[in-house]
């Protein structure tokens, strides 16, 4: 959708009149009146025509906020209230569309807001031109230029805290595009007696509270200064702080400004070193000392101060000295040198100090002028912003007020020339009859100043180089014979009779009539100030300085470059910068800016009516809108024309078909104006009178008023409609609304119900489910797990092989094997010999083998015993069984039977077989002999021995003769009972046989034998075998012997050695038979 475009005019809102050529009835009342409701009203700008009053507000007014630049850019001059941005936008848009240069004159007197308005326009265009890196830092350098001028070119008057005490006009150059590329600022008079005085309640430049204020020790030290503003004689103390201002901070922002237009640090640090230099030239007191020949001589009190300064510019101390005292006049090849007295020596201290500060100043713009140069060759568009103090009348008006005014002069005539001529053109262009508008020229008061034959500042210059006293009174006694009869000059002595009684006119002062009023000039001053005389030894001494900035500030100092000739006086330097302003003014197309201060206290709110007028009058404002009126008041092109009054008649309300031209000419006639009224331009309609405008604008508020009651009617009553329409529309919405709502509400409470009893019923159903289903779940879990266990069991016994788990026991079962393998082995080697009776066994090596070993032991034992035995025949076998026999009977029962046992028992001692004499014996027995021996038979009577032949046999003992082997007895072993012996080592026995056997009948047998074992052993065992029964064998040491019928007791005793070794059988008494056993 296109931006809805708003047409608005200056002349919508309009408190008072926004454009003073529109004022009605024009009077200096009505002016006045009307600035001051607009005032009251914050709209500190009106318009005269193209030209912008500007009435300081004193404080700031939230009206140059970007947004406002942006509300003005590109819009027509007339469309919005009026403002200095207005003027701004259409200066840069004419320059950059329009190709023309551009220059914007900014005037007011001191405190009017010149410099502030400057700012305005340049940081407005800032705004609006090109962008971009390198653009940015051309606008940045220009605008940062300001702060570094203000410090050292401003100072605080009792008229403005931030007084401008130059002229500055400041050209800023663009490309065809409109994008900055530099600039140049041209500098006016410098009030330089400010440097060494001040009036009351005002302040030297800023820069030097600044530095003061603002430096570090370290500086201060370096520059030899000290932080008391009292210690320097050229300070004014009693107005050294300024309320607001905080000179320390802007001491920064002024360093910091020299850093972006690009002062080198050695550059900044040399000009505050001839600012240094300034305060202390300040502190030299000269002395009085009289002469010889009788003239006064100055001497310098203190020369510290001077020898500082000396260090901190490089001058040789005796060299500043001795120019101080003396002053060496060159004329023709002549040099005369004087000595000063303590005023002069002051006057050349005074000089030295303005010049140093002034020239320091120009230096600077200079600096300024080479950092913001265009640096291209190319064709450039220009705008001029001049801020020049404006027109001043005091109450001692002097040399200064005298160029100051005369610029404003000047000013004004360009002014008038250019406003003229430009008003002519646009009549030429529009094709409109030209009328001849009168008007008061100042031409005529220019003349009278710069007139090169009789002006006043040729007289001046003339007195100036005129030989001989040359006094401020000789040069008006001059004035008052050349400029008597200029209608604008005004004196009590001239020749013109007119002012011999005026008393308000003092001798030493003229008047001139300005084109802005009467100023009454005191003539004191004008001759030195027009010389600006520095003595020539001074400014030789100050070339002769090693710091190179002072050097170059005092060219004319250089011997090699001596120049007789006078240097040019103030007067003509400054008409000629003047005349250069003008002819650069004249080319290029004019803006006026006029600041007006409402009030002298610097404050809000307050609007002198008195100030005012008096400033009105001397600008010529009315004068102004006079010649702005002399043709046509009012013009505009036919568009916006035909757009704000086409309401006013029916062919072109609501929308006009064809060229606005028409349009406004069908308009006009309709409205029955008369003819002379107004004038059809070739692009613009133009209306004679201010009366002619209102009645259109009135006409037109009628009609807008009618308008807005038809709008408001239309609009009221759709209004209503809508609004009704929209209450149906929302009655029926809310009613759908409701009752979807109670609908809803009422089957939430069902559903929600139902939901209750589905879910206990679902939750029932599910617990029943989850019951179940848990149960299957456990089953299966169950069979799961047994399965798991089976398997595991299944696997594990797979694999239990594999498993670690078993290595410890197969390792042990492993090792134990080797163990009892290697333990076998081993015992196979240590096994001991066969014999059954070898006791050797070897070593058991493991404790867990004990048993084993033991058992080992017994087995193998066992096993030779029978390999032992293995080896025996049938008949040792039988030795041994009858061995074993008589180990049965006697061991440890009698004495006799260890050493029987080494014996063999042969039985057959006796070989009756082979010896003859027992043939029949032999014969006479059939059975088989078991023991042959011979015995001693006891007789049992006396105890004595005889030989007797024992045999036995398989039934029978036989005791045969020893010699005839006849036998005498025969005992069936049936009839043996007894066989008795003692327990003794002896070989005695007896052999009881069984009462009333056949036998028996001599009574037991009682033998001695040396084989008694072995015989009672075989006699045992063969009665066994005969008679199954157990012979009784008897070992005691007393038992009783049958001897027939008798019973003797036989008894052992232990016999004497004497005996012999055999033992003794002896008869006692019937009842006892004695042995006694060695
Ligand atoms: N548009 C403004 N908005 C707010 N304050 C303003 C405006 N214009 C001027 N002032 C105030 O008025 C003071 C004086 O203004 P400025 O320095 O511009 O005067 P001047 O005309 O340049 O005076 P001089 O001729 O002494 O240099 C400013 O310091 C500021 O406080
Ligand atoms: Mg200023």
Request: glycine content about 4%; hydrophobic content about 35%; proline content about 3%.
């Amino acid at each position: 959708m296109a931006k809805m475009e708003v047409k608005t005019s200056l002349l919508d809102n309009m408190i008072g009149v926004g454009d003073m050529v529109l004022l009605e009835p024009l009077n200096e009342e009505s002016f006045i009146d009307n600035l001051k409701k607009r005032f009251d009203h914050n709209e500190i700008y009106t318009y005269i025509g193209s030209v912008v009053i500007s009435v300081n507000p004193y404080r700031s007014l939230p009206i140059y906020s970007p947004e406002k630049v942006e509300d003005y850019r590109n819009r027509n001059f007339y469309e919005l209230s009026p403002h200095i941005f207005a003027l701004s936008d259409e200066a840069y848009r004419s320059l950059r569309d329009q190709d023309k240069d551009q220059c914007i004159l900014i005037t007011g007197e001191s405190g009017a807001g010149k410099t502030e308005a400057s700012k305005l326009v340049m940081s407005y265009v800032a705004a609006v031109c090109g962008k971009g890196a390198e653009v940015n830092q051309v606008k940045e350098q220009l605008l940062q230029s300001n702060p570094v001028l203000e410090a050292f070119g401003n100072a605080k008057t009792v008229r403005n805290d931030n007084s401008s005490r130059f002229g500055k006009y400041m050209d800023i150059e663009f490309d065809f595009k409109g994008d900055p590329l530099g600039g140049v600022i041209s500098n006016y008079l410098l009030e330089k007696s400010r440097v060494v005085k001040q009036p009351r309640g005002e302040r030297n430049f800023h820069i030097f509270y600044q530095l003061l204020s603002g430096a570090s020790e370290d500086l201060l030290q370096k520059l030899r200064l000290e932080r008391d503003f009292s210690r320097y004689n050229y300070l004014s103390l009693d107005s050294a702080k300024v309320n607001g201002v905080d000179d320390a901070a802007n001491f920064r922002t002024v360093r910091n400004a020299m850093q972006i237009v690009g002062f080198m640090d050695h550059e900044a640090q040399s000009v505050l070193e001839v600012i240094a230099a300034v305060l202390k030239l300040g502190n030299i007191e000269f002395k009085p000392e009289s002469r010889v020949n009788g003239l006064d001589e100055s001497k310098i009190k203190d020369k510290n101060e001077l020898k500082e300064i000396c260090e901190l510019t490089g001058i040789d101390q005796s060299v500043l000295e001795r120019a101080f005292s003396f002053r060496t006049v060159e004329a023709k090849q002549e040099k005369v040198s004087t000595t000063l007295n303590v005023a002069q020596a002051y006057y050349a201290r005074d000089a030295l100090a303005k010049n140093l500060y002034s020239r320091l100043f120009s230096w600077l713009v200079n600096r300024i002028n080479e950092s913001i140069k265009a640096q291209t060759k190319v064709r450039k568009k220009v705008m001029g912003v001049l801020d020049i103090y404006g027109f001043e009348i005091f109450e001692d008006n002097s040399f200064e007020q005298f160029i100051i005014n005369y610029c404003n002069e000047k000013l004004q005539q360009i002014f008038i020339e250019l406003t003229l001529k430009e008003e002519q053109e646009e009549y030429i262009r529009e094709d409109i009859e030209w009328t001849h508008i009168d008007y008061f020229n100042n031409a005529v008061i220019c003349d009278l100043i710069e007139n090169n034959t009789n002006g006043i500042l040729a007289m001046l210059d003339e007195e100036c180089l005129r030989p001989g006293t040359v006094t401020d009174d000789t040069f008006l006694e001059k004035l008052n014979q050349v400029c008597a009869t200029h209608q604008h000059f005004e004196s009590r002595m001239s020749k013109c009779s007119r002012f011999l009684n005026d008393t308000s006119l003092p001798h030493s002062c003229f008047r001139i009539q300005h084109y802005a009023g009467k100023v009454m000039y005191q003539v004191e001053g004008f001759v030195d100030k027009n010389n600006d005389l520095l003595y020539r030894d001074l400014s030789q001494a100050m070339w002769k300085a090693s710091h190179s900035l002072i050097k170059a500030l005092f060219p004319e100092g250089n011997p090699a470059k001596i120049n007789l000739k006078r240097p040019p006086t103030a007067g003509s330097q400054f008409k000629a910068s003047v005349a250069t302003l003008m002819k650069n003014l004249q080319t290029k197309n004019p803006n006026y800016i006029r600041c007006i201060k409402p009030n002298d206290k610097k404050a809000a709110h307050i609007f002198n009516d008195a100030l005012v007028c008096h400033q009105i009058r001397y600008l010529g404002l009315l004068e102004n809108v006079r010649v702005r009126r002399a043709g046509y008041a009012f013009r505009q092109a036919y568009e916006p024309c035909l757009e704000r009054y086409k309401m006013l008649c029916k062919q072109t309300w609501p929308h006009w078909k064809g060229p606005a031209r028409a349009g406004v000419e069908v308009l006009f006639n309709e409205l029955e104006f008369p003819v002379e009224e107004y004038s059809f331009g070739r692009s613009k309609i133009f209306i004679r009178n201010p009366r002619t405008l209102f009645k259109l604008e009135d006409l037109r508020k009628r009609r807008l008023e009618d308008l807005a009651t038809l709008i408001q009617k239309i609009y009221r009553g759709w209004k209503c409609r809508t609004h009704f329409l929209l209450m149906k529309k929302s009655q029926i919405v809310i009613a759908a609304w409701y009752r979807r709502y109670s609908q809803q509400k009422k089957y939430q409470q069902i559903k929600s119900s139902a939901i209750v009893i589905q879910s206990f019923i679902r939750g029932w159903k599910a617990r029943k489910i989850l019951r179940e289903l848990k149960h299957e779940k456990r089953c299966q879990e169950a069979v799961t797990t047994i399965a798991a266990f089976w398997h595991g069991t299944q696997v594990r016994r797979e694999y239990r092989k594999f498993f670690r788990a078993n290595a410890g026991k197969k390792i042990y079962e492993f090792t134990l094997q080797r163990i009892v393998q290697k333990y076998f082995l081993e015992m196979k080697n240590k096994m001991p010999s066969l014999s059954p009776i070898d006791k050797n066994w070897p070593a058991r090596p493991y404790l867990f083998l004990d048993s084993t070993h033991k058992e080992l032991k017994r087995i193998f034992h066992l096993w030779r015993c029978k390999k032992y035995r293995d080896q025996f025949t049938d008949q040792r076998k039988l030795i041994y069984e009858e061995k074993l026999e008589a180990s049965e009977l006697f061991k440890d029962k009698k004495a006799l039977y260890p050493s029987s046992v080494g014996q063999p028992f042969q039985g057959a001692y006796l070989e009756i077989s082979k010896d003859p004499k027992y043939k029949k014996l032999k014969d006479a027995i059939e059975e088989k002999i078991i023991i042959a021996e011979v015995v001693n038979k006891i007789n049992r009577a006396n105890g004595k021995c005889a030989s007797r032949i024992f045999l036995l046999t398989n039934n029978n003992l036989l005791l045969a003769d020893q010699k005839s082997g006849h036998i005498k007895s025969e005992v069936p072993l049936g009839d043996v009972t007894k066989v008795s012996m003692s327990s003794q080592n002896d070989g005695f026995f007896a052999v009881h046989l069984k009462e009333g056997s056949g036998a028996a009948s001599k009574g037991d047998f009682l033998f001695s034998s040396d084989h008694l074992i072995e015989m009672a052993t075989k006699l045992y065992r063969t009665t066994l075998s005969q008679t199954k029964q157990k012979l009784n064998i008897e070992i005691s040491d007393e038992f009783l012997v049958q001897f027939r019928q008798d019973k003797v007791c036989v008894k052992f005793i232990q016999g004497n050695q004497k005996n012999g070794s055999v033992p003794t059988c002896k008869r006692k008494n019937n009842r006892l038979l004695e042995v006694a056993v060695p």
